[in-house]
């Protein structure tokens, strides 16, 4: 699910504020403090039931513009991966190639849903080192991958359900987006609708899960606490979640970490584990410097909220 956001304060937006238990904004860490910084979102990585077709969604409906190709035509025998790009936002969908493979478990178990959020840092493997030390899980070791363009380093942790972070670092590759894939260059590319940017992910959490994720967070990946909600905060008549959200030292990644609250009906957060299978990434919020107009444009291309 795609969110929209525009970072203007209005003066309905600091009443609210207002209302809100903020807890723990600290001073901006220095490097010194900081032993994972982030440079921003390199890549979110969604498996999908078919990768040219959402490629092709995303295009159509968002406006998000061709970028690369990985597959079959490129040496790949187990997988097809499209990557389309809008401002600093890079999609990338992957697809298996056949049945009873990691990739298709987890469609099976999921749906389309993103699997991998990237992060973009300058030492992969001091990044790996660092959370791992802290009691991350490890999902790849340092690897570098290498082209006629360069290297890339990439390591990996787990962190809720299925979801994976992976850590990027591309310093000294110049390619069109990793080794192994080539440019992907079709006649196709609608105008883009005004998206600039990853501005915030949330992650949806089970009963009683969210404080142990925000001490993850805190711990491993050394993100402060920004804010809280309580189920008095975000509910209605029927449905409540709390919330607390997670930012890194420099704050340009930001993890909101939900978890279900008493309702009289079942929370929305309780109907998404139901639906998706267990713990994951609700949304994508993107930034936009105009969003009447980017809602605008998108109408106009058929979309809906």
Not at 73 to 102: F, H, M, N
Not at 139 to 151: A, V
């Amino acid at each position: 699910m795609i969110f929209l956001s525009q970072r203007t304060r209005s003066p309905r937006y600091k009443k609210h504020q207002q209302t809100m238990e903020t807890l723990d904004l600290l001073e901006p860490q220095t490097d010194q403090q900081d032993f994972l910084p982030l440079n921003g979102t390199d890549y979110i990585e969604l498996y999908v039931g078919n990768a040219r077709q959402s490629a092709h969604y995303f295009q159509t409906a968002f406006g998000f513009q061709p970028v690369a190709h990985a597959g079959l035509a490129t040496g790949l025998r187990d997988r097809e991966s499209y990557v389309v790009q809008q401002g600093k936002i890079r999609l990338v969908l992957t697809s298996p190639l056949y049945g009873d493979s990691e990739m298709g478990r987890h469609i099976d178990k999921h749906g389309d849903g993103v699997r991998i959020v990237a992060l973009w840092v300058d030492d992969s493997t001091k990044a790996f080192d660092e959370t791992v030390r802290r009691g991350a899980s490890v999902y790849m070791e340092p690897t570098r991958s290498q082209d006629e363009h360069g290297y890339v380093i990439r390591s990996g942790i787990h962190t809720y359900g299925d979801t994976l972070h992976v850590f990027v670092e591309r310093n000294e590759y110049d390619g069109v987006f990793l080794p192994g894939y080539e440019p992907w260059q079709p006649d196709y590319h609608p105008a883009d609708v005004g998206l600039k940017y990853v501005d915030h992910m949330v992650g949806n959490v089970g009963w009683h899960e969210m404080n142990h994720w925000m001490a993850f967070y805190h711990d491993v990946m050394g993100f402060q606490q920004l804010v809280s909600f309580d189920d008095k905060d975000i509910s209605t008549d029927y449905t409540a979640l709390m919330s607390k959200v997670m930012s890194n030292g420099n704050g340009r990644v930001k993890f909101p970490i939900n978890e279900p609250a008493e309702g009289k009906k079942k929370s929305q957060i309780e109907e998404y584990l139901d639906f998706y299978g267990g713990p994951g990434i609700q949304h994508i919020a993107v930034a936009t410097d105009n969003i009447v107009e980017t809602v605008l444009a998108l109408r106009d291309r058929g979309w809906s909220s």
